[in-house]
């Protein structure tokens, strides 16, 4: 079972550049999301979705772009990069968003933006 | 909007002591879930603990322990014959128990050095 997969772990992007973070997960949950960690911060929701076809927008959306056309796959694309989006990523799933169900993390994706 | 509130950056315990880690919360919601996460160098995030807001009973996890005050909106994690490997960030975090909410809202950490 291999959970909440994301890559790629480390990325370096100049500025302006556009790429994709890639997550999947395999227990068939509703709910998926992204968040990114900065130094001294917990972790802040970008963007998340309810169900294949459903995104919405987080605390800090901008700069970040999301679908989710399966239930496994919830890929965030940045669209063009800027150096404050140097940050730590993560994906998490659950069950059901608001029902408190456990909530899994994937390892997380370093990502540089010089 | 809910706020979520670690005063201690840092602490530090004795292996096999025990240690408290302090959180507070503000929220206008009755029903709720709380979290602690730990995070480890290694950067994942694991549940530690997890407690409903509308049970009053405080929820326990081997050596650890939680001392939820629904009153205060505190909500405290103990740590109990501490290890090594306890060493790494905790976050406490809150997720409304409501349709149509999905944010959990983390505090800004606690890291936890247990020394030999």
């Known amino acids: 079972n291999a959970g909440v997969t994301q890559t790629p772990k480390f990325q370096v992007l100049k500025t302006g550049q556009s790429m994709t973070l890639q997550c999947a997960q395999d227990?068939?949950?509703?709910?998926m999301s992204w968040y990114r960690q900065d130094p001294g911060m917990g972790l802040r929701l970008i963007h998340y979705?309810?169900?294949?076809?459903?995104?919405d927008q987080g605390e800090v959306p901008n700069g970040y772009n999301v679908s989710r056309s399966t239930t496994e796959d919830f890929p965030l694309r940045l669209l063009s990069a800027a150096p404050s989006q140097t940050s730590v990523y993560f994906c998490a799933s659950s069950l059901q968003g608001y029902s408190g169900n456990t909530i899994y993390f994937g390892e997380g994706s370093w990502l540089t933006v010089v | 909007a809910q706020t979520v509130t670690q005063s201690q950056p840092e602490m530090s315990v004795q292996e096999a002591e025990t240690v408290t880690l302090s959180c507070t919360y503000d929220?206008?919601?009755?029903?709720?879930?709380l979290f602690w996460y730990k995070q480890p160098p290694s950067r994942q995030m694991i549940l530690v603990i997890r407690?409903?807001?509308?049970?009053?009973q405080n929820a326990t996890e081997n050596r650890f322990s939680v001392n939820f005050q629904k009153a205060a909106k505190s909500f405290s994690l103990k740590i109990s014959d501490s290890q090594l490997g306890d060493t790494a960030m905790y976050f406490c975090a809150f997720l409304p128990r409501v349709a149509g909410s999905y944010q959990l809202t983390f505090g800004k950490g606690t890291k936890l050095s247990v020394i030999p």
């Open positions: 979705s309810v169900g294949a076809g459903i995104t």
């Open positions: 227990m068939n949950h509703e709910y």
């Open positions: 929220t206008s919601e009755n029903n709720y879930y």
């Open positions: 407690q409903e807001a509308y049970k009053q």
